[in-house]
């Protein structure tokens, strides 16, 4: 991995889900099985055909909140607080992965489809509170989700970030499309690499790939 590839970088992008804690936790199965009872009971249907939904809306439309509201005129409010209200003691701190991002030069950000609060409880189960200058939810994109690239704009001129100075750590590869776009360096982090045009860099630990940046 060129350090050279970061030597412009000012600002530092994180994704939240399974990008700031790993997937083992599963809390987003959490997550999921809260969006599946929520549409069960907003739309009458069968659990089964609840899933479907699911699915279905996240691979067309990002998100599955931006598919039930453009759907079924869903309001997102209430949804995001229903499915955020799970258990985060599944995860633990991480003291090694706070001091790495700590040591990062420059801002440091974390934009995620979820909410801010829902990402400031996150944040503080893995012991990276007080680390952030600024947290970003889906909320400040209008409610409009990666990767749609409007969402990425949106928040990036609120924030005033300047993209060729900037990079983003992601899990869902189709989510750092319009970062490169844009010019940032992108950073997929997941278990197996995803490889394309879009992705400068792959990585299975976030922490290890971190500390090749700042030692």
């Given at each position: 991995m060129p350090r050279a590839d970061f030597s412009s970088v000012t600002d530092w992008v994180f994704d939240l889900d399974e990008t700031l804690y790993p997937p083992e936790t599963r809390l987003f199965e959490q997550v999921s099985a809260r969006m599946t009872a929520f549409i069960v009971e907003a739309l009458d249907i069968p659990e089964?055909?609840?899933q479907r939904l699911r699915r279905r809306y996240w691979a067309e439309y990002g998100t599955t909140?931006?598919?039930l509201m453009a759907v079924h005129g869903i309001t997102p409010e209430p949804y995001l607080e229903e499915v955020h209200d799970i258990d985060f003691s599944v995860l633990t701190p991480d003291p090694g992965l706070a001091a790495r991002i700590a040591a990062l030069?420059?801002?440091?950000?974390?934009y995620t489809n979820g909410s801010a609060p829902y990402a400031e409880r996150v944040?503080?189960?893995r012991g990276l509170s007080g680390l952030f200058d600024a947290i970003y939810g889906v909320e400040h994109a209008g409610f409009r989700p990666k990767p749609e690239p409007a969402a990425f704009e949106t928040v990036f001129a609120a924030d005033g970030l300047a993209p060729a100075r900037a990079a983003m750590f992601e899990d869902d590869p189709r989510n750092l499309r319009a970062p490169h776009a844009l010019g940032m360096r992108t950073v997929h982090v997941a278990p197996r690499p995803a490889p394309a045009a879009h992705i400068d860099h792959h990585t299975d630990d976030l922490g290890a790939f971190l500390l090749r940046l700042i030692a």
């Open positions: 089964p055909e609840a909140l931006a598919g030069p420059g801002r440091r950000i974390v944040i503080a189960a």
